[in-house]
């Protein structure tokens, strides 16, 4: 196949030297000249939509991004791997110190949280016990930690406890009497207790007025600290350690006023910059050699970026000329359907996958020079960049029959699949919202707006329904009757009703695109001109230049499962 830019054969007369004479030279020559274009136009068109393996045939044009692709796609994976390890160590070196924060900190901890808050106490013989315990633990720290932990400084460049309170402004109750005198302001108060203060007697802070609570007027009392730590685990990984800011705040809420103080337990773990590493060892090399392999997956991801832009391109520009031609030939605008043709999705793919793959490689590499310590965004463009990188493997399965019938169905049934959706999800809205409203204070899954939608989510998937059913509580027998009504009403409609509908959908548009791979698929104006010739000689070359071939090989007879896509 050539690039379509030789001259076709031309009559004697038109080949004579000497200027031309007489509208009717002029006209054939014109005439030939548009004939000539539209070979032109054609050939290229062709060309544009052939598989990599057809254009290397037709012009020995070597397939540049179907190497590069896979090339970064094991790149990419090897890459996401390695730091998928490494921000596991991080995890769980933050989830292992938050529990051991618990275990020191809070008095009577179990192991285990209670709902969404660590633990309880219900006299303020325990409440104040759990204050100074927490306080005393803290002082004793360095006798008691496992971990290599050490004092942080707070705001203020100072080491030791912050200790504030809230409570109404002022009031008087007496629950015998029904009586309530209470100022709705809010006061804080605050006390800072260094480690020189808890080295002295103890009593002495206790002791103190900060300490007399009035658990009438009392809201909530927070104890906020920080602690510095080191991760050396890394080391065994060939890896530099990562030095950790943990503020920790414990709160002990009494908003309820219900007899119960819930206590809760927040860390916020930071990773900070070490200042001073002295390590001997390869571990320096292996740090070096990281970083030399996520430059080159980031040229890889530059060319792989550069070659698919490039294509767009070039796709736009063949699409402009195609209009202008059919404007000018037929008189009419090509529709919709044969624009987006040019429009190579795959590609629009590509580049969005090495955006995020370059962007999140050198987030990674400033990680690595410990630069940076912004684990969670790294992983989700790499992770992300990953996955689409995988997914754009689809567009090679697709020429093969068996495979393209999973894109063709996505790509048939999504519009309706999205305006189906869009209607189930309103009355998806409304059983939410009816399950948080009515269900909310009996039932710890509907409890949030979040946690309805998951569970409704998980009901309509089969899952968990019988824990769900049983685990209303049965105080108000109004209440118990309605969450039955709820569940069966929502199970019955969503399962047997929209679900199935959903799925009759999808079949629905696979039936359809079986019939048209037995039948032929409907023509647009695209294919039309694809297949139209102006000779008989022509038409029998391109007819023999543009047999479906697959991973360039010839087809035969037996071969009638394949069939060629873009």
């Known amino acids: ?172 109750m007496f629950p015998s009497n029904e009586t309530l005198n209470i100022d709705s302001d809010i006061e804080i108060d605050c006390i800072h207790l260094g480690l020189q203060a808890l080295s002295n007697n103890p009593q002495d802070w206790k002791n103190s007025s900060f300490f007399k609570l009035e658990f009438y007027r009392l809201l909530q009392i927070e104890i906020s600290f920080q602690l510095k730590g080191i991760d050396p685990q890394t080391i065994y990984s060939r890896e530099l350690p990562d030095c950790y800011v943990f503020q920790n705040m414990i709160t002990f809420d009494n908003k309820a006023h219900s007899g119960k103080i819930k206590i809760y337990f927040n860390s916020d773990a930071n990773i900070e910059e070490c200042k001073d590493l002295n390590i001997s060892g390869s571990i320096q090399r292996n740090t070096q050699y990281v970083l030399v392999f996520d430059a080159f997956v980031i040229v890889i991801c530059l060319a792989s970026l550069i070659l698919c832009t490039r294509s767009i391109v070039l796709a736009l520009r063949l699409r402009k000329r195609f209009l202008n031609f059919f404007l000018e030939k037929y008189k009419r605008h090509v529709c919709n359907t044969d624009q987006w043709e040019f429009v190579n999705g795959w590609y629009v793919l590509v580049i969005i996958s090495d955006l995020m793959t370059i962007v999140g490689s050198i987030l990674k590499m400033e990680i690595k020079a410990k630069n940076l310590t912004n684990y969670d965004l790294c992983s989700i463009l790499l992770g992300t960049s990953t996955l689409l990188v995988w997914v754009g493997v689809i567009r090679y399965l697709g020429y093969f029959q068996a495979y393209n019938v999973l894109i063709l169905t996505m790509q048939a049934s999504l519009p309706k699949v999205l305006r189906f959706c869009a209607c189930a999800g309103m009355i998806y809205l409304g059983y939410t919202f009816c399950g948080w409203i009515v269900l909310g204070p009996y039932h710890n899954k509907f409890e949030k707006l979040n946690t309805v939608a998951e569970c409704l989510f998980s009901l309509v998937n089969g899952d968990d329904m019988y824990a769900t059913f049983a685990h209303i509580q049965q105080k108000s027998l109004l209440v118990w009757l309605f969450s039955r009504l709820y569940l069966y009403s929502f199970i019955s409609l969503f399962i047997y009703m929209i679900l199935s509908l959903f799925i009759a959908l999808i079949t629905d548009s696979y039936d359809t695109i079986k019939k048209y791979q037995k039948n032929g698929f409907p023509a647009t104006d695209l294919q039309e001109f694809l297949k139209e010739c102006s000779s008989k000689e022509k038409c029998q070359q391109e007819s023999s230049a543009f047999l479906p071939r697959i991973c360039c090989l010839r087809r035969n007879g037996s071969d009638d499962h394949l069939i060629l896509v873009n």
């Open 1 to 172: 196949m050539t690039r379509g830019r030789e001259v076709l054969d031309l009559p004697v007369w038109s080949r004579a030297s000497g200027p031309s004479h007489g509208p009717h030279c002029r006209d054939a020559m014109a005439h030939l000249d548009s004939e000539v274009k539209e070979e032109r136009l054609r050939e290229d068109l062709k060309f544009y939509f052939m598989n990599p393996c057809e254009k290397f045939r037709a012009r020995q044009q070597i397939p540049w991004k179907l190497g590069l692709q896979i090339l970064k796609i094991v790149m990419v994976t090897s890459q996401l791997v390695r730091f998928g390890l490494s921000n596991q160590l991080v995890v769980a070196f933050k989830e292992e110190n938050i529990a051991a924060f618990k275990h020191l900190f809070l008095r009577g901890y179990s192991g285990t949280d209670e709902d969404d808050y660590s633990c309880s106490v219900f006299t303020q013989e325990d409440t104040y016990e759990s204050i100074f315990f927490a306080i005393n633990q803290y002082h004793r720290l360095g006798n008691l930690s496992l971990g290599t932990l050490g004092y942080g400084e707070k705001e203020d460049n100072r080491v030791g406890l912050k200790v504030c309170k809230q409570h109404y402004k002022k009031g008087t």
